[in-house]
């Protein structure tokens, strides 16, 4: 059943459900005006008994009543003439209505004599004696109006002449005592059939209503719904590649709302799609697909190709930028390093030369700085050109980052008054070349130093994270936006002023060889954030 239901659609999901609330509410609303009509025909009738009983009492003489209670057996005219005034009260009165007077002493202690009735099926079951023997529920209400002096109204119950409610009323002589008890009875039967009819015609009348709330609800549900089947089938053409589809939108409704974004979303769709088969044209991409595939899954197989070229040519300009810097870094060493040697040799023999004045001294000194920082960069071009040739091992990061903190704390506090902070405290494993892993971190820590021109903090710190080792490098220094974070690593790129952008472009390529990666966050004037993970070999 619940599968069933599961799989109805929406408009009729919508139906079934709001028919079942439909008719949850009438089934409520019905046994609500039952049980309210019930209670009021009750009421009803146990009011017109009661005023039935005043009005009787107060038409029957008490002396009259008092005679025959005090006749007791036998036929007096007294009794004859109360008899004559029931008769006629049973013919003004319906049927469900009957009355009849009766002692209030007890007969043997239990039962009561009726003294005057005008009912014969009472007559025939009574006589000769006319004793009436009350149930429980009876006599206790008897009991009631007797010592309170007033009409009572009693529970439903049930005797031998069937099922009753009936209004006790006292009548007392001129002292006040109660001496003799007119009962008037509403026969409940009346009430049960009342209430059969009553249950027949609101079952009636609440199906007719039903019936014509679930057709005009059917009817509304269809108009309403009819937007949201246009947009369904929408959809399903879409999904199927065709993006020329466009919905009808009468007014400015949440559904004409969307409506006009589905046609906008299918319009930059057939877009999208105009762009990628041009793209494939001019990349000369062939696809082999099935033709079983819809629009869309053909579409996003293109896609697939054509990012997957695309990640390809990267790679092979990449390589091919590599190679020439490979070129040029064997070119320069073979055609500068040599004669570079030289110069620098004659160099150091003339700053021996104490013949020489101190300014002299000093532009030798300089040149020979200058020749150091030349090779330094010579260096970090062949360190591209070079084959990895390492025998990758397991490094202990914590005897690394330990030991180049101790290295460079000095450097850092010498040069820009920088304090270095290290969080490490684990011995955590990964493979690799030592020296290579100490070059990236010394080159990052470096720029990190050189980056905070007026002092700040490095922070160091070694972390354990989803099995990788992470090596994370915080400085407090100028920052950067995110388009050049986006450019580092690339050739030629650098911040500083007299940089290559090698070294970096050196560190990326050696943390790729060890299976890791570099991710930097930065925000400009506030620092950056450089995070060395690699696999972990614990």
Same mark, same amino acid.
């Given at each position: 059943m619940k599968k069933y239901i599961r799989n109805l659609s929406v408009f009729n999901k919508t139906v079934l459900f709001s028919t079942l609330i439909v008719v949850a509410l009438g089934v409520i609303s019905l046994a609500i005006?039952?049980?309210?009509?019930?209670?009021?025909?009750?009421?009803?009738?146990?009011?017109?008994?009661?005023?039935?009983?005043?009005?009787?009492?107060?038409?029957?003489?008490?002396?009259?009543?008092?005679?025959?209670?005090?006749s007791r057996n036998g036929t007096i005219p007294e009794k004859d003439e109360l008899e004559k005034?029931?008769?006629?009260?049973?013919?003004?009165?319906?049927?469900?209505?009957?009355? *009849?007077?009766?002692?209030? /002493?007890?007969? +043997? $202690?239990?039962?009561? +004599?009726?003294?005057?009735?005008?009912? @014969?099926?009472?007559?025939?079951?009574? /006589?000769p004696s006319m004793i009436y023997y009350g149930g429980e529920e009876f006599y206790k209400s008897f009991k009631q109006a007797e010592q309170e002096k007033k009409n009572i109204v009693t529970s439903t119950y049930k005797d031998e002449f069937g099922t009753w409610i009936t209004v006790l009323s006292p009548i007392t002589n001129s002292s006040g005592k109660v001496v003799a008890m007119l009962g008037v009875d509403i026969d409940a039967s009346?009430?049960? %059939? *009342?209430? @059969?009819?009553?249950?027949?015609?609101? %079952?009636?009348?609440f199906t007719i209503l039903f019936t014509f709330i679930i057709v005009i609800q059917d009817w509304g549900l269809r108009r309403l719904m009819s937007p949201l089947g246009e947009l369904i089938e929408g959809i399903q053409a879409v999904s199927q590649?065709?993006?020329?589809?466009?919905?009808?939108? /009468?007014?400015?409704?949440?559904?004409?709302?969307?409506?006009?974004?589905f046609n906008e979303m299918t319009e930059r769709l057939q877009q999208l799609f105009q762009q990628v088969s041009a793209t494939k044209e001019q990349l000369n991409v062939e696809?082999?697909?099935?033709?079983?595939?819809?629009?869309? !899954? @053909?579409?996003?197989?293109?896609?697939?190709?054509?990012?997957?070229k695309t990640r390809m040519q990267k790679e092979l300009q990449r390589a091919e930028k590599m190679n020439a810097i490979g070129q040029l870094a064997a070119s320069v060493a073979h055609e500068i390093r040599n004669p570079m040697t030289v110069v620098k040799g004659f160099l150091q023999l003339f700053q021996d030369n104490t013949k020489l004045s101190n300014t002299e001294l000093s532009y030798i000194h300089l040149m020979i700085n200058e020749m150091d920082r030349a090779e330094a960069i010579i260096?970090? *071009?062949l360190s591209l050109? @070079?084959?990895?040739?390492?025998?990758?091992?397991?490094?202990?990061?914590?005897?690394?980052?330990? $030991?180049?903190?101790?290295?460079?704390?000095?450097? !850092?506090?010498?040069?820009?008054?920088?304090?270095?902070?290290?969080?490490?405290?684990? /011995?955590?494993?990964?493979?690799?070349?030592?020296?290579?892993?100490?070059?990236?971190?010394?080159?990052?820590?470096?720029?990190?130093?050189?980056?905070m021109r007026n002092g700040g903090t490095l922070r160091v710190g070694l972390y354990k994270r989803e099995g990788h080792v992470h090596i994370q490098i915080e400085d407090t220094g100028i920052g950067m936006t995110s388009e050049q974070v986006n450019r580092l690593g690339t050739a030629f790129y650098s911040l500083k002023e007299k940089g290559t952008g090698i070294g970096l472009m050196v560190s990326y390529q050696l943390v790729e060889q060890m299976n890791g990666r570099i991710e930097v966050e930065s925000i400009p004037g506030k620092g950056s954030t450089f995070t060395l993970i690699f696999p972990s070999y614990d």
């Open positions: 005006s039952y049980q309210v009509q019930k209670k009021m025909a009750k009421e009803t009738l146990t009011q017109h008994a009661l005023i039935m009983a005043d009005l009787w009492r107060e038409s029957l003489s008490k002396q009259d009543v008092i005679a025959a209670v005090d005034q029931f008769r006629k009260i049973y013919e003004l009165h319906p049927s469900y209505l009957q009355g *009849y007077i009766m002692t209030t /002493e007890k007969f +043997k $202690s239990h039962g009561n +004599k009726i003294i005057v009735t005008a009912n @014969k099926k009472i007559k025939q079951s009574l /006589e009346a009430i049960y %059939i *009342y209430q @059969k009819r009553l249950i027949v015609a609101l %079952i009636v009348a590649g065709k993006f020329d589809v466009k919905l009808t939108h /009468e007014n400015d409704s949440e559904l004409g709302n969307v409506h006009t974004r696809t082999n697909f099935s033709h079983s595939k819809d629009g869309i !899954a @053909k579409a996003i197989d293109e896609l697939e190709v054509i990012m997957e260096h970090d *071009y050109a @070079k084959p990895d040739v390492h025998q990758h091992r397991f490094i202990n990061c914590l005897e690394c980052v330990t $030991s180049l903190v101790d290295l460079l704390s000095s450097y !850092a506090l010498l040069t820009n008054n920088i304090l270095i902070e290290l969080d490490a405290k684990e /011995e955590m494993y990964v493979r690799g070349s030592r020296n290579e892993l100490n070059q990236v971190l010394l080159n990052i820590m470096k720029n990190g130093i050189e980056a």
